[in-house]
DNA sequence: GCGACAG
DNA sequence: ATCTTGTCGC
């Protein structure tokens, strides 16, 4: 990465934060190379918070593909430095992502957030944004659209027609999910792969480990 | 100005 | 995101 992590995660005023992810749209890669062998290591990234508290508690299981065992599970907590403004979330969970992931990163081949990838105003949500920090592949898998229009499926961007994700009902239970691709990979890999996931619920356990596991750090953990 | 708005 | 048990339904 050529700006540091200063700059990359902890901007001083929200223009400084626009400006670093106008800075990564220019240098996105949306392509699957180098692809993904048959066999690679994955890892799922959630963070839980109390309302009102400063604290939150991140988690990252690691599974295997295709087999989807589980091999291991990573936790972090720490104190929230920025509010949670809509288009504007890796700034307040990137950093407590980033340290859970910087030791680790290197082993994982795939990456899969709680959130949006390319599915944002200026196509960085917090996939995009880590997967760039991190230049790893990252799926977005988030359970609001929050930014383009569906149509048949596709979500596409209002200002130039590109497809930027898919509109996916996983499991006959609830409604769909939104998924898009993050970092180094293309849309359609994206969906095949979090498809190939799929096991009838809405949000896949796998999916859904991290969540579990990051509330039970809240809950269980100190702080 | 108004409405929308990941976690 | 979180507060929360049981309960209605496939």
Same mark, same amino acid.
């Given at each position: 990465m050529s700006l540091p992590i200063s700059d990359l995660l902890y901007p001083k005023n929200l223009k400084q934060a626009r400006e670093v992810q106008r800075y990564i749209r220019e240098r996105l890669i949306l392509d699957d190379e180098p692809p993904l062998?048959? $066999?690679?290591?994955? @890892?799922?990234?959630?963070?839980?918070?109390?309302?009102?508290?400063?604290?939150? !508690?991140?988690?990252?299981?690691?599974?295997?593909?295709?087999? #989807?065992k589980m091999l291991d599970w990573y936790g972090y907590s720490?104190? !929230?430095?920025?509010? !949670?403004?809509? $288009? !504007?979330?890796?700034? *307040?969970?990137?950093? +407590? #992502?980033?340290? +859970? #992931?910087?030791?680790i990163a290197g082993?994982?081949?795939l990456i899969i957030f709680d959130g949006q990838g390319i599915i944002?105003? #200026? *196509? %960085?949500?917090?996939? $995009?944004?880590?997967?760039?920090?991190?230049? =790893?592949? =990252?799926?977005?898998?988030a359970k609001k659209l929050l930014y383009g229009n569906v149509v048949d499926g596709k979500v596409i961007d209002p200002e130039d027609g590109m497809v930027l994700g898919y509109e996916v009902k996983l499991g006959k *239970?609830? @409604?769909?999910?939104?998924?898009?691709?993050?970092?180094?990979?293309?849309?359609? *890999?994206? %969906?095949?792969?979090?498809?190939?996931?799929?096991d009838g619920y809405k949000i896949p356990k796998v999916i859904r480990s991290a969540h579990i596991y990051a509330n039970k750090l809240r809950k269980e953990g100190g702080l």
């Open positions: 062998k048959d $066999t690679f290591v994955f @890892g799922v990234v959630d963070v839980s918070a109390n309302m009102y508290s400063p604290y939150a !508690y991140a988690a990252c299981t690691v599974f295997e593909y295709p087999s #989807l720490g104190k !929230y430095v920025f509010p !949670y403004i809509p $288009t !504007y979330l890796v700034f *307040r969970e990137g950093p +407590l #992502l980033y340290e +859970l #992931l910087k030791d082993d994982l081949d944002h105003p #200026l *196509r %960085v949500g917090i996939a $995009t944004h880590m997967g760039f920090i991190f230049d =790893t592949k =990252t799926i977005g898998f *239970r609830g @409604g769909p999910v939104y998924i898009s691709p993050g970092y180094r990979i293309s849309p359609e *890999r994206a %969906v095949e792969i979090i498809k190939s996931m799929a």
